[in-house]
């Protein structure tokens, strides 16, 4: 099992290639299907992360990431199946 810090690790490699994709390894299962979406107020230029990988479904949150040019970020302020919309409900490493 990945730890919180080699989660935050693939974090930023991920993070450091946007708006690219990445096709960083989890750190976890090897595969190269790590996720990040934004979600921040509206109107605001940080927000928080959502990281996590679609094979085994394990990742971590970060708070008060700038979000990069090019990213699109979902809104606080939007209903819940709007905000949640392609995030799974993956196992938060702590
Ligand atoms: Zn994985």
């Not at 979600?39 to 990988?53: D, I, L, M, N, R």
């Not at 971590?60 to 979000?67: E, G, K, N, Q, T």
Request: proline letters at 9%.
């Amino acid at each position: 099992m990945a730890t919180f810090d080699e989660l935050l690790d693939a974090n930023g490699s991920v993070y450091g290639a946007l708006p690219a994709e990445s096709d960083h390894q989890c750190p976890n299962c090897g595969h190269r299907t790590l996720r990040m979406v934004f979600t921040t107020p509206p109107g605001a230029g940080h927000g928080y992360v959502s990281f996590w990988c679609d094979t085994c479904l394990e990742g971590i949150h970060v708070s008060r990431a700038p979000v990069p040019a090019g990213v699109t970020a979902l809104s606080t302020a939007a209903p819940i199946e709007e905000r949640t919309r392609g995030i799974p409900n993956y196992r938060l490493v702590t």
